[in-house]
């Protein structure tokens, strides 16, 4: 009975870390894929005409064009984990409600 007392307060826990996850990950949903779409350009943009013209070093270009990228998949995966993360919700308080 005790145990089952404790595993219901770390799942409770779990659920409360979750949810909180789940909102953060709506913030950048909430932004808009254009913004981030924008972005993702203007940071591709400036790593190859960095390389271009030689002011960067090709570490530096090629930095700039991986966080470019990043930006451009936020708006693509970021639903996908918001879907998943809140389906695990579910799951744990059905747990919880047992």
């Known amino acids: 009975m005790l145990v089952k007392y404790i595993?219901?307060?770390?799942?409770?826990?779990?659920?409360?870390?979750?949810?909180?996850?789940?909102?953060?990950?709506?913030?950048?949903m909430m932004l808009g894929n254009i913004l981030l779409y924008f972005l993702s350009i203007i940071f591709?943009?400036?790593?190859?005409?960095?390389?271009?013209?030689?002011l960067e070093s090709a570490r530096e270009c090629g930095r700039m064009i991986i966080i470019g990228m990043a930006f451009g998949?936020?708006?693509d995966f970021v639903p996908f984990l918001g879907k998943s993360l809140e389906t695990l919700v579910d799951k744990l308080l059905s747990m919880t409600n047992e």
């Open 7 to 28: 595993i219901k307060v770390f799942l409770c826990l779990i659920l409360v870390v979750m949810t909180l996850i789940c909102w953060l990950l709506k913030i950048p």
């Open 44 to 54: 591709i943009l400036t790593g190859v005409l960095s390389y271009g013209f030689a």
């Open 73 to 75: 998949a936020i708006p």
